[in-house]
């Protein structure tokens, strides 16, 4: 088997209940290869949907949420604690750094 991520492992196994259902459906003392083009493609697409509804879902579960949320805190943010905290006056910090108040 060419090398799949645990992810997608963990996203075939969740296919097996409906390839199980198209296949039951079809017969499973049927063989593979007389199933008509129709009982095929029920079978890829019980799969298909399968894997990637399971894909999608992983995905959104590893989302982070939305960085800026008004009036909260971001919860899991890997931005959150690397950035330092603002100042009411973001010039606060210059004082007698800015070329105007430089004395000639």
């Given at each position: 088997?060419?090398?799949?991520?645990?992810?997608?492992?963990?996203?075939?196994?969740?296919?097996?209940?409906?390839?199980?259902a198209?296949?039951?459906?079809?017969?499973?003392?049927?063989?593979?290869?007389?199933?008509?083009?129709?009982?095929?493609?029920?079978?890829?697409?019980?799969?298909?949907?399968?894997?990637?509804?399971?894909?999608?879902?992983q995905?959104?579960?590893s989302?982070?949420?939305?960085?800026?949320?008004?009036?909260?805190t971001?919860i899991?943010?890997?931005?959150?604690?690397?950035?330092?905290?603002?100042?009411?006056?973001?010039?606060?910090?210059?004082?007698?750094?800015?070329?105007?108040e430089?004395?000639?």
């Amino acid at each position: 088997m060419v090398d799949v991520t645990p992810l997608e492992q963990a996203s075939m196994r969740m296919c097996l209940k409906p390839f199980g259902a198209a296949a039951s459906a079809i017969g499973f003392d049927k063989p593979l290869g007389a199933y008509s083009e129709a009982e095929a493609l029920s079978v890829i697409d019980a799969i298909v949907t399968g894997y990637v509804a399971e894909m999608a879902a992983q995905h959104e579960r590893s989302k982070y949420p939305a960085v800026r949320m008004p009036h909260s805190t971001p919860i899991d943010d890997p931005y959150r604690d690397s950035i330092p905290p603002l100042l009411e006056n973001p010039f606060a910090d210059m004082v007698g750094d800015e070329p105007w108040e430089q004395s000639p």
